[in-house]
């Protein structure tokens, strides 16, 4: 499995799961301040997420997390795109309401991908 999906899983996770991010012992403190400095590059990490799913579409699972959290961080700019952005801001405005456990599961999968 490619690092950099890996990576991109796991830096979106912790973006989109920063509101749980405490409660983890010894730390939840130093993820939570990893994810408030990631959360400023949001859009970027949103478009290589969808990027990265799109390159390793055979990797199923990972790619499918990818493209849906890219989806989620990418809530802001999606109307901007002629044609599909207001459809695709109503998917990922729906897709938002899972947000913390679409970014577990991304942390989760970014971990295996590594591996």
Do not use: C
């Amino acid at each position: 499995m490619a690092l950099i999906l890996g990576l991109t899983l796991i830096f979106a996770g912790l973006i989109l799961a920063m509101g749980i991010l405490t409660s983890i012992p010894a730390l939840g403190k130093h993820l939570e301040k990893l994810a408030k400095w990631l959360g400023r590059f949001q859009t970027i990490i949103g478009i290589v997420a969808i990027i990265m799913a799109i390159l390793y579409w055979g990797a199923l699972l990972y790619s499918l997390f990818a493209l849906i959290a890219g989806l989620v961080l990418l809530v802001g700019i999606l109307p901007s795109i002629p044609a599909l952005g207001k459809y695709l801001e109503k998917l990922a405005k729906w897709l938002g309401r899972f947000q913390t456990i679409i970014g577990v599961i991304a942390i989760i999968l970014g971990i295996l991908a590594i591996l």
